[in-house]
């Protein structure tokens, strides 16, 4: 259906046939003539000459194949797609950890930001270091 042309409602089914076998011949006389134009015995006389490109040139075998569909087992296909996910799961891990972290870095600073208030807030003379306390009345030289 990539034909852009509307089809006519008037035209029968054969009509239509016989366009499609006409489509058809044209198309298999033409991929004839590109193939008649790189005949093989110049493909054979190319390799005589300079060898094989796959050979020579790893990455000539990865163009030829880039593009298309690969088609592999099912089993090799759980073992393809595993080290993508186990890629993402490690990043997930890392991602979640430096979360983590970073949750335990701010408690800190705000417990010790609070603290920092709350000395603030007692009264200075009880908080001061150079601070002597006065003596209380008690037994001195009784022990225990």
Same mark, same amino acid.
């Given at each position: 259906?990539?034909?852009?042309?509307?089809?006519?409602?008037?035209?029968?089914?054969?009509?239509?046939?016989?366009?499609?076998?006409?489509?058809?011949?044209?198309?298999?006389?033409?991929?004839?003539?590109?193939?008649?134009?790189?005949?093989?015995?110049?493909?054979?006389?190319?390799?005589?000459? !300079?060898?094989?490109?796959?050979?020579?040139?790893?990455?000539?075998?990865?163009?030829?194949?880039?593009?298309?569909?690969?088609?592999?087992?099912?089993?090799?296909?759980?073992?393809?797609?595993?080290?993508?996910?186990?890629?993402?799961?490690?990043?997930?891990?890392?991602?979640? !950890?430096?979360?983590?972290?970073?949750?335990?870095?701010?408690?800190?600073?705000?417990?010790?930001?609070?603290?920092?208030?709350?000395?603030?807030?007692?009264?200075?003379?009880?908080?001061?270091?150079?601070?002597?306390?006065?003596?209380?009345?008690?037994?001195?030289?009784?022990?225990?």
């Amino acid at each position: 259906m990539t034909d852009p042309t509307i089809p006519d409602p008037t035209r029968t089914a054969e009509a239509f046939r016989q366009d499609a076998a006409r489509r058809h011949e044209a198309a298999t006389a033409r991929r004839a003539a590109e193939a008649a134009e790189g005949t093989e015995g110049e493909a054979v006389s190319r390799l005589a000459t !300079h060898k094989d490109p796959t050979l020579a040139d790893p990455d000539a075998r990865t163009e030829a194949a880039g593009g298309g569909v690969q088609w592999v087992r099912p089993t090799d296909l759980a073992a393809r797609a595993g080290g993508a996910v186990v890629d993402r799961g490690a990043k997930w891990n890392a991602m979640l !950890h430096e979360a983590a972290l970073e949750g335990i870095r701010e408690g800190r600073a705000q417990l010790q930001e609070r603290l920092a208030r709350r000395q603030d807030e007692l009264e200075p003379a009880a908080t001061s270091p150079g601070r002597e306390l006065a003596p209380v009345a008690g037994r001195t030289g009784v022990s225990r």
